[in-house]
């Protein structure tokens, strides 16, 4: 009877569904560190030790007289000169501030270089923003081995993080206002003048940042896009819907597109990790969009620390100027490009046993200030550097905030670059618009604006 006894509890046991493990979230103590040597979003407040970086004042707010979201933005620091160049000739001088890419890209091609001015801090958010990342840093947790976060909500969810796919998790999602729109152009450049591949206008909107929700509140999905072609003609109303999930165990994500013959809406699963971006003709993959997007699934991430870097940044002023003054033949016009020296997560991915992508490791660095990815560098299976990609970011005061939408990418094997969602010349920069309702990201919805 005992024996009996036993083997039933002993199966009653093993039938007790185990909890996959959580990643637990940082304690008070370390989260008050926001409140002093941390800025709210958990970068160092402080300068460095050079001066070189100054320290974070709050950034950059202020809303210039007269101006209206979407329309180009003014270049606040247009009157500064370059503080020195960095060219093929003296980059060793410059080595630890300088990404293997942006390496690659200085000895590839001699006319290239990188104008550095000086460094201004100027990310910001909202109070409720940096309020609500206050709390995540003490209730926020990692969940199904990292795929899927838990009781975030309306801030950076590791603010300061412990894992690679902590701090990854931050890029996804990092602070780009409730609702925007764009009309923007993707162009292709391969030896010759570059093409527009597509223009198209990007709606887009993020559940997780909206003001009045909270985690009890929050449906799960963290951000949501709609693209209509605009031209070239063969492009004209050809629509996509994209859903971000913030629990990539269960779906990494979903996809539907419109094709203007076919007249509906199908599921585009395929649309995702290692398919090419047909828009850039190959040169990126879906998940090299903004230096990463998507599921994390297929790699291991490690948090490697911070650096000092040259980073593109404070862009305002490049996208005041016509595609034909900025896009060369073989990498963006020089003369137009700003970069400064900030401090940066370097994260790093190796492909999990089991997992198969083209990009078989992956090194971002994301900004301390924003989270979010400004270079990126992707080695190939046989271990040389094949993409090379670096982010453009802008100032936004009247959100407030520092977004980097648009992203160049190269492929130094093929000898290729494309530039995806330039806002040159563009009718929409980025606008901050009103939170459109729910059936606006639905199916339906796209169908019908792709039969207008």
């Not at 002993?10 to 185990?18: C, G, K, R, S």
Request: glycine share 8%; with cysteine; proline share 8%.
């Amino acid at each position: 009877m005992k024996s009996r006894l036993t083997v039933c509890l002993l199966t009653m046991f093993l039938l007790i569904p185990i909890a996959a493990p959580v990643k637990a979230a940082v304690s008070d103590q370390e989260a008050a560190r926001l409140k002093s040597e941390l800025t709210p979003f958990g970068a160092e407040k402080r300068a460095n030790k050079e001066g070189t970086i100054p320290a974070w004042e709050g950034g950059y707010t202020k809303v210039w007289p007269g101006y209206r979201s979407g329309e180009p933005r003014p270049d606040p620091f247009a009157d500064e000169k370059p503080l020195f160049r960095v060219t093929a000739a003296n980059m060793q001088q410059h080595a630890d501030k300088l990404s293997d890419g942006i390496k690659a890209l200085l000895k590839r091609f001699p006319d290239y270089r990188l104008d550095v001015y000086p460094t201004h801090r100027t990310a910001a958010a909202p109070q409720w923003v940096y309020d609500n990342t206050l709390k995540n840093a003490t209730r926020a947790r990692t969940r199904k081995d990292g795929l899927a976060v838990a009781d975030a909500y309306g801030g950076i969810p590791f603010p300061i993080p412990k894992s690679g796919r902590e701090a990854m998790w931050n890029h996804l999602l990092a602070w780009k206002g409730e609702s925007a729109t764009e009309d923007a152009g993707i162009y292709l450049a391969s030896g010759a003048r570059p093409d527009l591949t597509a223009q198209r206008r990007a709606d887009l909107q993020y559940p997780y940042y909206y003001k009045d929700g909270s985690p009890e509140t929050f449906r799960g999905i963290y951000a949501q896009a709609r693209y209509l072609g605009i031209r070239p003609p063969s492009n004209a109303g050809v629509g996509y819907l994209a859903y971000e999930p913030i629990d990539q165990s269960r779906n990494p994500g979903k996809v539907w597109s419109y094709l203007v013959g076919q007249r509906r809406v199908r599921p585009a699963p395929t649309v995702a990790y290692d398919t090419p971006d047909s828009t850039t003709s190959g040169v990126s993959l879906i998940d090299e969009v903004w230096m990463f997007k998507g599921a994390l699934d297929r790699y291991d991430w490690r948090l490697i620390g911070k650096s000092e870097l040259l980073v593109p940044y404070n862009n305002n002023g490049f996208f005041r100027k016509s595609i034909g003054q900025v896009m060369g033949v073989r990498h963006l016009n020089p003369d137009h490009v700003r970069w400064e020296l900030h401090r940066v997560w370097v994260v790093e991915a190796r492909l999990a046993a089991g997992k198969r992508h083209p990009v078989a490791k992956r090194r971002l660095y994301l900004d301390e200030d924003t989270w979010l990815a400004l270079l990126y560098d992707g080695w190939d299976g046989k271990d040389r550097l094949w993409h090379t990609a670096y982010a453009l970011p802008l100032i936004v005061p009247e959100l407030p905030g520092v977004v980097s939408f648009p992203d160049v990418i190269h492929d130094l094997v093929a000898g290729r670059y494309a530039a995806r969602y330039l806002l040159n010349e563009a009718s929409i920069h980025y606008r901050i618009v009103p939170r459109r309702p729910e059936g606006f990201f639905s199916p339906a919805a796209l169908a019908g604006e792709g039969v207008r």
